[in-house]
């Protein structure tokens, strides 16, 4: 029997992630996002793979949220296998504009979620001495972007996140990875304009565009067993936009 939770899953790559979970045969599937009916669409697709799914209000933003969440799920399912940090959220301007409200909330979505969320999964987890942490990132906390210093410091604050979490439960059989993407077909890249669209893709060797489920693949391998030896990495799926 395994269980994941994929945080902020109503939609996008998210979605795209606790499908693909479910078609490589995880049989819990936690679909979690700020309101829990925005979850159903999710739930009825991991459902229709043929994994158990069920909705759940988690605002990765609030502790006690995160931690009711977690209970929840223990008490029904035992365990908690898979966890991947997914919910994430944009406030872009150019840092002379940027406001202090702008900062804390995509930092304390992004960010601090993250943390709160590994800190309450990893207890089941090292008790179990077995879990995967899967957290998403982007090219842009790697590389850094004009008219995104609060997103990219908070994906660049997961990357160094996902290390420091890897070096300290490693030991105990709990493997924390990243995977960062570069520019995903998805709702929160649909509201760019055409000439950032444009820019980025004249950056991109392949191309094109990535796809949901090219991120969704990655987070899948590091998932599984396929992965056992894998700790402390950042996967980056982004058409060789950027190539450290
Ligand atoms: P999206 O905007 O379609 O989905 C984000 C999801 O997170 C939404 O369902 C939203 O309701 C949820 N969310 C927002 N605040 C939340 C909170 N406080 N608690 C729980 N859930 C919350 O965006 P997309 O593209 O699917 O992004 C998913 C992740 O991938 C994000 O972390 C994003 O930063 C990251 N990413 C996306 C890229 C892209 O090009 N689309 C590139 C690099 C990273």
């Keep these: ?21 479910a078609k490589d045969g995880v049989e819990n599937i936690v679909v979690c996002d700020v309101k829990a009916e ?26 006690a949220s995160i931690e009711a969440g ?8 035992g365990a908690i296998d898979i966890c ?10 150019l840092l002379m504009r940027m406001t202090e ?16 969320m590994t800190k309450a999964v990893s207890r ?22 004009a008219g995104q210093c609060n997103y990219s410091a908070s994906k660049g604050g997961l990357v160094a996140l996902t290390k420091s979490a890897a070096r300290e439960l490693g030991a105990r059989g709990v493997r924390v990875n ?36 090219d991120v969704a693949n990655a987070v899948a391998f590091l998932a599984s067993d396929a992965a056992a030896y894998i700790t402390g990495q950042v996967i980056s799926v982004n058409g060789g936009m950027l190539m450290p």
Excluded: H, Y
């Design 101 to 116: 409200e702008d900062w804390d909330s995509v930092l304390d979505i992004n960010l601090k979620g993250a943390f709160l």
């Design 84 to 93: 991947v940090n997914n919910a994430g959220i944009t406030r872009d301007g």
């Design 1 to 21: 029997m395994s269980t994941a939770i994929v945080t902020g899953s109503a939609r996008g790559i998210g979605r795209a992630i606790c499908e693909k979970l």
């Design 38 to 63: 925005w979850c159903e669409e999710t739930v009825e697709a991991v459902k229709a793979l043929g994994a158990n799914a069920i909705a759940m209000e988690i605002n990765v933003a609030d502790g």
């Design 178 to 213: 990243a995977v960062a993407p570069g520019f995903i077909k998805s709702k929160m890249t649909d509201v760019l304009t055409d000439d950032v669209k444009n820019r980025m893709l004249s950056v991109i060797p392949m191309g094109k565009f990535g796809e949901v489920e």
């Design 124 to 145: 089941n987890m090292l008790r179990a001495r077995k879990g995967s942490i899967i957290n998403i990132a982007s090219v842009v906390g790697l590389m850094g972007n």
């Design 70 to 77: 977690v209970d929840a799920i223990i008490k029904q399912f």
